[in-house]
């Protein structure tokens, strides 16, 4: 089955820092990935859409600035944190499907916990 | 716009006792309905979808769901619970008339089976 890898699974930075976590389609291309946030013991939310070739489409209220996010391949999107801080300490998932279509399942990888000190 | 609720944070079953985590949506086309499972620290895990056609569909591990159009409501059942199927559950939607492909989750809903 499609598989979607995420790296890395933990991280730890200081306040200040960039961090980048990748997200990778490993036997399919993926032309749309998705980046979620997941806060504790709450539901996903989406952060932004990210489109092989072209800028990623945000969701309302989230910094495009600070969540920099690149798509440059079909196989490839990366979400980079900038300037993180400690309440951008929070459980990103992203996920990406097989085919635009309505009915496919989105494949998600298995996120990346960032602690920001 | 698209939603879907799950009204139970959490439900509690006895190992080997059938359960149910309940869900409902709300679209302004036909929807695209699908359950996920995410373990601990772990991403979510497609389990199930319903398209069109049986309004009961089954998924993996023993889970199905059942379709209500009139109810709008796409709950997910198992017979029988396994200790194994602790974890915590969401339900999507995507509405087929929506130009994006675009998932809106549920809450989500722990299920904690006891032996």
């Known amino acids: 089955g499609a598989v979607v890898s995420q790296h890395p699974s933990r991280v730890i930075c200081k306040s200040g820092t960039s961090v980048k976590i990748e997200c990778r389609s490993l036997?399919?291309?993926?032309?749309?990935m998705f980046w979620y946030r997941q806060f504790p013991k709450k539901s996903l939310m989406l952060m932004a859409t990210?489109?092989?070739?072209?800028?990623?489409?945000?969701e309302q209220g989230v910094e495009k600035d600070k969540f920099l996010i690149n798509h440059a391949s079909l196989t490839l999107s990366t979400l980079t944190v900038t300037s993180a801080h400690p309440e951008d300490s929070s459980f990103y998932i992203c996920?990406?499907?097989?085919?635009?279509?309505?009915?496919?399942?989105?494949?998600f990888g298995n996120g990346t916990r960032l602690t920001v000190t | 716009a698209q939603s879907v609720a799950q009204p139970e944070d959490q439900v509690n079953v006895a190992e080997g006792n059938p359960l149910t985590v309940k869900c409902t949506y709300s679209?302004?086309?036909?929807?695209?309905l699908f359950w996920y499972v995410q373990y601990p620290n772990r991403g979510l895990q497609f389990l199930l979808k319903?398209?069109?056609?049986?309004?009961l569909v089954k998924g993996s591990y023993g889970f199905e769901a059942e379709f209500n159009k009139s109810q709008t409501s796409f709950h997910l059942k198992k017979p029988s619970a396994l200790v194994s199927d602790s974890a915590l559950y969401f339900c999507?939607?995507?509405?087929?008339?929506?130009?994006?492909?675009?998932?809106?989750f549920g809450g989500g809903t722990r299920l904690m089976v006891k032996p």
């Open positions: 679209v302004s086309g036909n929807p695209y």
């Open positions: 996920s990406a499907s097989e085919v635009v279509a309505y009915n496919s399942p989105l494949h």
């Open positions: 990210s489109n092989e070739g072209s800028k990623a489409t945000y």
């Open positions: 319903y398209i069109t056609g049986d309004n």
């Open positions: 036997d399919f291309q993926a032309t749309t």
């Open positions: 999507a939607v995507r509405d087929n008339d929506n130009a994006g492909n675009m998932l809106t």
